[in-house]
C-alpha cells in the first residue's frame, strides 16, 4: 500500500522529504483540529499551555502531548489517538436513521479509494457529531465518541417535543476525519435542503456533504450516478466559493476518466457540465465589460469580495473547458486584447487596464483556451508572454497554460524546456510536467518522453522533491495495462525520493481504472436519459 500513518519509521535519508507529504501535513493538522473540537478549544488550549510549560527547552515524544491534553480535559487522548496517528487510513461511517424511533445506526468501516475491504478489522474511536435539524426552525447537535464497528445512537433527547427530524448531518462543521454514507431517505432531505438553500445546513457542511457524497462514488461505496444528482442541486443556488471549489476538483477527476471515451466526454460536456455550471456563470460573470459597458448584475465593482473573483475564476475554467461556445468567445475576445497590451512595452502585464482586461487569477484558463483554439499561433503568443514576463507568478501562469498544446512537436517542445533548464527555472520544471501530465491529449507522450531521458532527468532532479511531483503527475492515466508498464519501468531502477510517490501513482492510476471500469456505462446511461 502507499499509504502510511501519520506518525512513521524513517528507513533512508531520502525518505525524510518525501514523507512530509499531504498525509504527514493535511491529515495531521485535520486530527489537530478535530482533537481540538472533541476536547473543545479552550481545554485544548489549556492542555497546550500545560504541555509547552512542562516540557520548555527540552525534548518530547508525540505521547508527551497527548498526557498533558488528557490530564486538562479528563479525556483518554492517548487511546483515542492511537488509532488516528499509528494507523493508516481513516473510516467512513453509514448510518440509517429510523425516523419512527428516532434511532441512529452508525456502522465503520475503513474507507479506501480502491473500494469496500469488508475484512480490514481496524477500528478508530470517532468523535462523532452530529446535527439534528427540527420541524419548528430549530436545530440541535449531539456528540458521541463511536469505537465499536456499530452503534446506535438514540436521538429522541436531542427531537424533544419538536417530535420529528427535518434532517441529519454527521460531522457538523467537518471538523472530524471520516466520510459519512447515508442511507437513500437521509440523502435525500440533505438533497433538498441544498437545492432549498435551506439557511440550516452551513457552507461548511454543504461542501462536506458534496465532498463525502464524491469521494463515495469515486471509490465504489454508492453509483456515481447519486453523486451527479447531488452535485445538480447546487446548481440553482450555490453562491460559496469553497463549495464550488471542491466541486470543480471532484469533477476535474471524473473528467479525467471520462477523456478515456472521446463521444462520451463531448455528451458530458454539453449535458451535464454546461448544465452544472450555467446558472453560476450568469452570476458571477466575467468582471468588467471590455466594451464600455457595466450595466450587467454580474459586473466586478471595486469592493466586490475576493471569493467571488475567486469563484470566477474557477467558473469560467470549467465553462472554457466544457467548451461553451459564448464563454470561450469572450475569453479569445479578451485574450487579444490583453496581448496586444501586454506586448506594447516593457512590463504591459502588470499594467492595470490589463489587470482590468483580463485580471492575474483568470490568465491561466484563458491561455490556455487560446492555445487549444489557435494551436501553435495561441502556442507562440502565450510563449512571448512568458519570455517578457518580470513576475515569476506570471511566467508560472503561463507555463500551466503551454501544458494545454495538443501537437507532438509543441508537447515536445515543452518537455524539452523543463528539462533543459534555460528558460524554465530548474524549480520551475516540475509545473511543465504537471501541465502536460494533466492534458489527456499529451500524457502518453510525456510518459514516453519520462522513459526516454529517465537517467537525465535522474540526474537533475534525483536529490529534491521535483522528482517526486514529477512521478507524480504518473497518476493521470486509468489503464491497469498502463500501470503495469509503469510498474515494469521502474522494477529495476531505484528512486528513494520518489518510491512513495510512484506507489500512489500507481495506485492512483488502478484506481482510476477500477472506477472507469464501474461507472462508464452508468454514465453514458444518465446522459441518454438527461433532459
Given at each position: 500500500a502507499s499509504s502510511h500513518p501519520i506518525e512513521v519509521?524513517?528507513?533512508?535519508?531520502d525518505e525524510i522529504d518525501e514523507i512530509f507529504d499531504m498525509i504527514s501535513y493535511s491529515k495531521g493538522s485535520c486530527v489537530i483540529r478535530m482533537l481540538a473540537e472533541f476536547l473543545g478549544k479552550e481545554t485544548f488550549r489549556k492542555g497546550l499551555v500545560r504541555y509547552l510549560a512542562r516540557h520548555r527547552y527540552g525534548n518530547t515524544?508525540?505521547?508527551?502531548?497527548?498526557?498533558?491534553?488528557?490530564?486538562?480535559?479528563g479525556q483518554p487522548v492517548e487511546d483515542v489517538m492511537r488509532t488516528w496517528t499509528k494507523q493508516t487510513g481513516f473510516p467512513v461511517l453509514s448510518v440509517a436513521l429510523d425516523a419512527a424511533t428516532q434511532q441512529l445506526v452508525v456502522k465503520q468501516e475503513r474507507?479506501?479509494?480502491s473500494g469496500p475491504v469488508p475484512e480490514d478489522p481496524k477500528l478508530w474511536a470517532v468523535p462523532v457529531s452530529i446535527y439534528v435539524a427540527l420541524p419548528d426552525g430549530k436545530s440541535t447537535v449531539v456528540n458521541q465518541l463511536v469505537r465499536e464497528r456499530e452503534a446506535t445512537i438514540d436521538l429522541t433527547a436531542a427531537v424533544g417535543d419538536a417530535g420529528a427530524i427535518d434532517f441529519v448531518k454527521l460531522n457538523v462543521g467537518q471538523t472530524g476525519i471520516y466520510r459519512v454514507n447515508y442511507d437513500d431517505a437521509s440523502r435525500g432531505k440533505l438533497i433538498d435542503a441544498v437545492v432549498n438553500r435551506d439557511a440550516r445546513l452551513s457552507s461548511d457542511d454543504r461542501f462536506g456533504f458534496e465532498s463525502d457524497t464524491f469521494d463515495l462514488a469515486r471509490s465504489g461505496f454508492i453509483p456515481v450516478t447519486v453523486a451527479l444528482d447531488v452535485l445538480m442541486a447546487f446548481a440553482p443556488k450555490e453562491d460559496d466559493y469553497t463549495v464550488w471549489a471542491n466541486i470543480c476538483d471532484d469533477l476535474a477527476d471524473l473528467q479525467r476518466i471520462l477523456r478515456t471515451d472521446e463521444a462520451l466526454y463531448a455528451d458530458f460536456k454539453v449535458k451535464y457540465g454546461q448544465k452544472l455550471f450555467a446558472a453560476v456563470s450568469e452570476r458571477v460573470g466575467w468582471g468588467p465589460s471590455i466594451d464600455g459597458n457595466n450595466d450587467d448584475a454580474a459586473e466586478s465593482k471595486e469592493d466586490e469580495d475576493h471569493l467571488v473573483r475567486m469563484l470566477r475564476e474557477r467558473v469560467v475554467a470549467k465553462m472554457c473547458g466544457f467548451d461553451h461556445k459564448p464563454t470561450v468567445d469572450e475569453a479569445i475576445k479578451r485574450f487579444d486584447k490583453f496581448f496586444a497590451l501586454a506586448t506594447s512595452k516593457k512590463g504591459g502585464d502588470s499594467d492595470p487596464q490589463a489587470a482590468?482586461?483580463?485580471?492575474?487569477?483568470?490568465?491561466?484558463s484563458v491561455?490556455?483556451?487560446?492555445?487549444r483554439e489557435r494551436g501553435k499561433a495561441g502556442y507562440d503568443q502565450v510563449w512571448q508572454l512568458f519570455q517578457q514576463a518580470e513576475l515569476h507568478e506570471e511566467k508560472v501562469r503561463c507555463l500551466f497554460s503551454l501544458g494545454a498544446a495538443t501537437s507532438r512537436e509543441l508537447i515536445e517542445r515543452n518537455l524539452n524546456l523543463a528539462l533543459e533548464g534555460k528558460d524554465v527555472r530548474p524549480q520551475d520544471a516540475f509545473f511543465v510536467f504537471r501541465a502536460v501530465f494533466a492534458n489527456s491529449k499529451a500524457n502518453e507522450i510525456a510518459w514516453q518522453f519520462v522513459q526516454k531521458n529517465w537517467d537525465e532527468i535522474v540526474a537533475k532532479f534525483g536529490s529534491s522533491f521535483i522528482l517526486a511531483r514529477i512521478v507524480g503527475g504518473l497518476d493521470s492515466f486509468a489503464s491497469n495495462a498502463k500501470a503495469d508498464e509503469i510498474e515494469a519501468f521502474f522494477k529495476d531502477r531505484e528512486t528513494p525520493a520518489a518510491d512513495r510517490a510512484l506507489l500512489q501513482s500507481l495506485e492512483k492510476i488502478r484506481s482510476n481504472a477500477a472506477w472507469l471500469a464501474r461507472d462508464h456505462d452508468k454514465v453514458k446511461q444518465y446522459l441518454a436519459s438527461a433532459k
Open positions: 519509521e524513517v528507513g533512508h535519508p515524544f508525540t505521547e508527551d502531548l497527548w498526557r498533558a491534553l488528557a490530564e486538562e480535559s474507507f479506501l479509494r482590468l482586461i483580463l485580471p492575474p487569477d483568470m490568465r491561466t491561455y490556455s483556451v487560446a492555445i
